[in-house]
């Protein structure tokens, strides 16, 4: 019986040695405890007087096997993993893949740009009908038939009366028609005009911004749009105001700000001037309030224009006003954010 | 607006560069848009003297000259071919190193910048330090210089200084100012009206024009004046000159004429000329002797009236049109242009002149309905006012005589409906202040105002002003606020933040943000948003093969489109969402997704005049890659879940969709979308070898709820069963699936995996393979047991035999 132990013991030891997987291990461990048993049950021929020490013997014998192959396994394990480590390894220098999202217009970016500062100020969305009444596009805001202020703007027209809004700042009588002053008011969307060159398109964007309240001064106008400036382009953005004129604000100031690109000190982009224009504002004229019902002498307000596309322009440095109706998946992957 | 600096200096005494009086008029409101250096072709062009002439040797019309150049050389060797080159003749001596104007047409176009320069060289073997300049190589004409258009050498005069730059001396060392001039100042489309702003920001007193001229007696019968129609002439002043005499302008008047780019023609028409652009008032001059009946009529026009104007154009007019009549027919076409009837000739002995005001709208009507404009009428429609009629009139009689052209009458008339008193207005000084935003002081406003003509006085809060006649624009403080914040200076406001306003809320409304959250939803299934333009062509309603009696034809017109391809507004977005497709597979972007949310326009069949309904339409564009119908369901799907609404799908029937692979989409038993394959048709007839798929949803039609419910977990997972299923050809998965979800309450989801045809499963039969969703109730105690399930599958699969004829595969 000792000899077949002694045989077995070598005979496990080598192939436990030999194991290089732990299904092979598990293998030699079936094996080992199968002859195990068949020494075991040997055991019943035994005399009794012998049987405790071999009984012991078998113990021991098995203690030390386990012993060994629970080494082994600890063995195994780590080869197991490093032949993993080996065949699972990959050429990190292969493209990355990413699951590919869509994009939102710059136009939408920008307009939602302006909305987050300006909604943080108190102002709210409103969205007036893209096709207008002459007296609201025009009538209303002090603009009457005659005025050469017409000219200025090629409209288009769908009847005597009704018209393509040129600008958004029919919004602004429509709700101050509806609300009583204090009011704040953003109105993006589209507006039209008959102009189509390598810099106009016969369709763009403008944001208007309307505040009418007690005690609202040109100052208040210049204390806004610097707050503006510095959160959509960068905080040492400067604003200058200068004279212009539209008929819905008097005065009305032509709005510049310090050029982003060369930070005022003249480049190809601002044409050497520092400076770019970029909107229109002024203080609400008197008679586009009286139109409304709200009393001049009471209230006063200002009024702001800007085109987004020339936001959306200035910010991404996009250089052709076509390029933003085309919808080229080119020109739109670029504004994945 | 186009002022020369040179004649500016007329009526102020500029003591600053052209650039810093640009930079002024910018920060009062008049931004020059070009500063145009009028001698910037000419360099080192210096007055030079003849001293002596000896012919070429080897040439028969060359002569060589010692050219005295003052301090750029005595005796400059120069060798011309000009035929009046003459001992002791002054003319333009271009130095070596020099450029000058090219004159030559073949070398301009090699030259586009059109610069010569001139170097020192040999011509024929003699030395020339330079070349003598005719006034073609100044660039200049006989207007500008006298005698600039002789063939050869610029005579200059005798007094020319020798060695003086050459621009000093023919007037090229001018500057032109390009003025941008806003629509409220018509006043400023003018010499006199832009001097009066820089004599204002400068601070300086203006000279102004002289109006004075002495009125003969003359025997002549006097011409009556009357206007019928007051409220398109305001005013009308009307003179009468006789022994009009022809000859040329003096050099002066020619010189400023040329400035702003008008040739001189006669002393008659040059002042009329003068007169428009100095003091912005439209003249004409009527030959006197062809007005019938000594009367002028100002009235509208009878129906299908003719006239011929100046330029033999013949027009039929409507009484829109205002005419000047004599007494039996139309001698002018009011404001606009002179009649070839009563046109000045170099034989008209008299002259009647009109200086009026046309009201601006009916020119700008008249000229745009005619197709006939001049600078008369584009000036009219700018706008011209009442007072400066009779100062226009008076400067052209005062030019009369310093030409010395023509006897000025007493015989004049003045028909006047406008008011001519001066307004006066008062205005607080605070609410001024308050406007603004910060207070200027008292003194300066009464300067900024006395300085614009505004003979301002103070008097406690109360501000008195008499408006200028030329400012029809004022009539409100808060243009006297204006007026004093542009030459007080912008650089005065400084920045608040609303410290007298109440708080509000701002933001969206829930609506607005709806329709972000849809955006971004698109997002995130790959989608790029597009923004196409409002209009396109009716044609793309026959691209779209959509019949005639189509709902979608009914659409709003532009009634002055750019052109036809942009000239209707979109009835539906599909168009716009094709041509994205289209451009984009043209451009090789072989794959992609494309969204635009954009009203469209629908007519109400009421009044013409009552504004089109709009609606929010959302449009989505798929095209090529493995992407199919499915891409498009599956998008449309993902936006249902999102916002929580029930769509079905049926097959549609759109004549610009494949009719095997589209479907409307129904909510509420209502269609509110369709989506599907473009008709292969259409596909075919664009060329396109990728397959487009397009969705359009009515947004208005759809609740749109984004509101997040949520649902507590069951305590215990569900479980998932496959079923296989043999099913006829005809049957759907639509209907198949109705069943799985509605034969036992705990299928939450049965969704298609696999579907087979061919193998064991028989000719007109599919195998559709399914994974169903079991999910017990969240308050359930314990797990479904795979014998519960089994009855469950057991009691859809006897259903779908029974309903549909189902079996398992």
Redesign the interface.
């Known amino acids: 019986m000792k000899e077949k132990i002694e045989s077995l013991r070598a005979e496990i030891r080598d192939l436990i040695a030999q194991t290089q997987t732990g299904k092979g291990l598990y293998e030699v461990k079936v094996k080992f405890q199968t002859a195990l048993k068949g020494i075991m049950s040997g055991m019943k021929d035994l005399p009794k007087e012998e049987k405790p020490t071999f009984g012991k013997i078998v113990n021991e014998f098995k203690q030390a096997m386990e012993a060994q192959f629970e080494e082994r396994a600890v063995v195994v394990k780590k080869m197991e993993l490093e032949a993993q480590y080996e065949k699972e390894r990959i050429d990190i220098t292969m493209p990355g893949k990413a699951y ?6 710059p ?2 970016l920008v307009k ?1 740009e302006l ?1 987050d500062i ?8 409103f ?1 007036g ?5 002459d007296y609201y596009n025009f009538t209303a805001l002090n603009t009457p ?5 017409r ?2 703007q090629d409209t ?7 018209l ?1 809004r040129t600008q958004t700042s029919a919004g602004q009588i429509r709700v101050m028609e509806q609300d009583a002053p ?3 008011i953003l109105s993006p969307g ?1 507006v ?1 005009r ?1 102009d ?1 060159d390598a810099t106009h398109s ?2 763009f964007h403008q944001m208007e911004g309307l ?1 009418v ?8 106008l ?3 749009l ?2 503006f400036a510095r959160k959509m382009f960068t905080s040492s953005t400067k ?7 539209f ?1 819905f604000t ?4 032509e709005v510049d700000l310090s050029c982003s690109e060369c930070g005022g000190k003249g480049c190809r982009l601002c044409k050497g001037t520092g400076w770019i224009e970029v909107l229109g504002a002024g ?1 609400v ?3 586009v309030l009286e139109n409304c019902n709200v009393d001049p002498d009471v209230y ?1 307000g200002f009024a702001f224009g800007m085109g987004i596309e020339r936001i959306a322009m200035l910010k991404y440095g996009i250089n052709n006003i076509k390029t ?7 020109f ?2 670029q504004f994945e954010d | 607006m186009k002022a020369p600096f040179s004649w500016l200096k007329d009526y102020v005494d500029i003591d600053i560069t052209a650039q810093e009086l640009a930079d002024k008029l ?4 008049f ?1 020059v848009e070009e500063l145009a250096y009028l001698g910037e072709k000419i360099n080192r062009v210096v007055v030079g003297e003849v001293k002596a002439l000896t012919p070429h040797p080897d040439s028969d019309h060359m002569q060589i000259c010692v050219v005295d150049c003052g301090e750029y050389g005595h005796d400059l060797q120069i060798v011309t071919g000009a035929p009046n080159v003459y001992v002791g003749m002054k003319t333009p001596c271009a130095l070596d190193g020099s450029t000058v104007v090219e004159s030559n047409p073949q070398m301009l176009e090699k030259n586009p910048d059109g610069i010569k320069k001139i170097k020192k060289g040999k011509l024929r073997g003699v030395e020339s330090f330079g070349m003598l300049c005719s006034g073609e190589e100044l660039g200049i004409n006989d207007d500008f210089y006298p005698g600039a258009e002789v063939n050869g050498l610029l005579d200059l005069a005798k007094d020319a200084p020798v060695g003086e730059d050459i621009k000093k001396i023919v007037g090229l060392d001018d500057w032109i100012f390009d003025i941008s001039v ?5 006043d400023c489309q003018c010499i006199l009206g832009i001097a009066r702003e820089v004599a204002a920001v400068l601070k300086k007193p203006l000279k102004e024009p002289d109006y004075s001229y002495t009125a003969h007696k003359s025997s002549a019968a006097p011409v009556t004046v009357e206007v019928l129609a007051p409220e398109l002439c305001p005013r009308y002043v009307g003179h009468y000159v006789e022994n009009i005499q022809g000859g040329v302008s003096p050099a002066w008047m020619r010189k400023r004429l040329a400035l702003s780019g008008i040739r001189s023609i006669s002393p008659v028409v040059d002042i009329t000329n003068f007169v428009l652009l100095e003091m912005g008032q439209p003249m004409h001059a009527f030959d006197a002797d062809e007005i019938g009946g000594r009367t002028i009529i100002v009235r509208r026009a009878t129906q299908g009236e003719k006239i011929v104007t100046l330029d033999e154009k013949e027009f039929t007019l409507t009484p829109d049109n205002l005419v000047i009549c004599d007494g039996t027919k139309p001698v002018a076409l009011a404001g606009i242009m002179g009649g070839l009837n009563s046109e000045i000739k170099d034989t008209t002995k008299n002259v009647f002149f009109e200086s009026a005001k046309f ?3 009916n020119v ?1 009507k008249t000229s745009r309905a005619l197709g006939q404009s001049s600078d008369s009428s584009s000036r009219f ?3 011209v006012d009442a007072y400066t009629n009779a100062f226009g009139m008076a400067r052209a009689l005062h030019l009369i005589e310093e030409l010395g052209c023509g006897t000025v009458t007493e015989l004049c008339t003045d028909v006047c409906a406008a008011d001519l008193t001066p307004r006066t207005m008062t205005a607080s000084v605070a609410k001024i202040n ?5 207070t200027v002081p008292d003194e300066e406003i009464l300067s900024i105002l006395e300085r614009l003509n505004f003979k301002p006085v103070i008097d406690g809060d109360k501000l008195t002003v008499e408006i200028p006649g030329y400012r029809d624009d004022v009539d ?1 403080y ?2 006297l ?2 007026e004093v ?2 030459m007080y200076g ?1 650089d005065h ?17 829930d609506a ?1 943000k709806k329709e ?1 959250h849809l ?2 939803i ?14 396109y062509s009716p044609k793309d309603f026959d691209l779209m093969k959509l019949p005639e009696d189509a709902a979608e034809r009914n659409a ?7 052109s036809e391809e ?1 000239s209707v ?1 979109r009835t539906f977005l599909a168009p716009s969402m094709l041509m ?1 497709a289209v ?2 597979i043209r ?1 090789g ?1 072989d794959e ?4 635009e949310v ?2 469209i ?1 629908l007519p109400r069949n009421t009044a ?2 009552e ?2 309904e ?1 609606r929010k339409h959302l449009v989505l564009g798929i095209w090529g890659g493995k992407q199919d119908f499915f891409d498009m369901k599956g998008a449309v799907e993902y936006l249902a879940s999102a916002f929580h609404l029930n769509f079905t799908f049926v097959r549609a029937q759109k004549p610009y969709l494949h009719p095997g692979v589209s479907a409307e989409i129904i909510l509420d038993g209502k269609t509110v979308g369709c989506i599907g394959e473009l008709d292969p048709g259409i596909a075919a007839s664009l060329g396109l070898d990728k397959k487009v798929y397009l969705g359009e949803l009515d947004l208005n039609a759809l609740e749109l709820d984004d509101r997040v419910r949520y649902t507590n977990l069951p305590k215990f997972p569900a479980v998932k069963r496959d079923l296989a299923l043999i099913a006829d050809e005809a049957l759907t998965c639509a209907q198949i699936e109705d069943v799985l979800m509605h034969s036992c309450k705990y299928v939450t989801e049965a969704k298609l995996f696999d579907v087979y045809r061919g193998g064991q499963v028989p000719e007109d039969k599919k195998s559709m393979a399914f994974t169903l969703t079991f999910t017990p109730d969240a308050n359930v105690e314990k797990a479904f047991t795979p014998e519960t399930l089994d009855g469950y599958v057991k009691k859809i699969l006897g259903n779908l035999k029974c309903k549909l004829g189902i079996e398992l595969r």
């Open positions: 590919k999202a869509g994009a939102l217009h136009i939408t939602n909305i300006f909604a943080g100020m108190g102002f709210k969305v969205e009908p893209e096709i207008e009444t038939k005659d005025h050469p202020a000219d200025m288009f027209y769908l009847a005597d009366n009704l393509l204090p009011i704040k589209r039209f008959s189509d016969p369709m505040v309240d007690k005690g609202i001064t040109l100052c208040d210049q204390g806004m610097a707050e604003v200058r105001l200068r004279p212009s004129y008929p008097e005065p009305s100031v203080m004229n008197r008679r006063t933003l109706f085309e919808n080229d998946t080119r739109l992957e | 910018f920060s009062c409101g931004e806003t629509a409220n100042r018509p009201a601006r709208d700008r429609e700018k706008g308050a406007l603004l935003g910060i409100g808060p243009d606020a204006e914040i542009r912008y406001i400084t920045p608040t933040f609303l410290n007298a306003a109440q708080v509000t809320d701002g933001g969206l409304t607005q972000l955006k971004n698109l997002k995130t299934q790959g989608f790029m948003e597009a923004y196409n333009y409002s209009f709003v017109r532009i009634l002055n489109p750019i942009l507004m994205n451009r984009n451009r972007n992609g997704r494309e969204f954009a009203n326009y013409e005049s504004q089109p709009e």
